[in-house]
Each structure stands twice: as C-alpha cells, then as structure tokens.
C-alpha cells in the first residue's frame, strides 16, 4: 500500500493544496467540474504504485484558495515582468 499524503504550497499569491503520493515519473490528475482532488482517491493507489502521483485542487476549489483578483487572464497568467 503506498502513503498518500495532502499538502500545501504557496504560489502566486494563492494556498494551492494538493495530494502527492507514490514515486518515479509524475502524473498530474486534475479534477473536473465542480469536483475537487478528492475525486481521485480511489484511483490513486494503483498508478501510485508506479508513479509518483500529483492531484492538485483547483483555484477556488476545496482547499486552495479562490484567487482575490478573480479568473481573467492577468491574475491567472502573469506576464514575466510582473
């Protein structure tokens, strides 16, 4: 059985939360609408055992946080000179 494990980083201004379980290559597992990371948990343990296994929760979904400045391109994307 692989360790499953939630966390958080900061970036961009925002708390993005994540679940990160298993070792090797990445697979990224991103949720849909209006689901959030927790959707992957019973999916998570067989891959997991091959890979290292990254499933964000989205901006402004279960635990990580909604952006203030809301969801147009400049608060998404940052230029490089910002």
Do not use: C
Request: net charge neutral; no cysteine; glycine share 12%.
């Amino acid at each position: 059985m692989i360790a499953i494990r939630s966390d958080t980083l900061s970036a961009n201004g925002i708390r993005q939360n994540f679940i990160d379980a298993g070792a090797g290559a990445p697979v990224v597992l991103l949720h849909g609408f209006p689901e959030i990371n927790y959707a992957w948990r019973n999916q998570i343990p067989v891959p997991g055992e091959l890979y290292r296994i990254i499933a964000p929760d989205l901006r402004g979904y279960g635990e990580t946080d909604k952006p203030a400045g809301g969801y147009d391109k400049r608060t998404l994307v940052p230029s490089r000179g910002e």
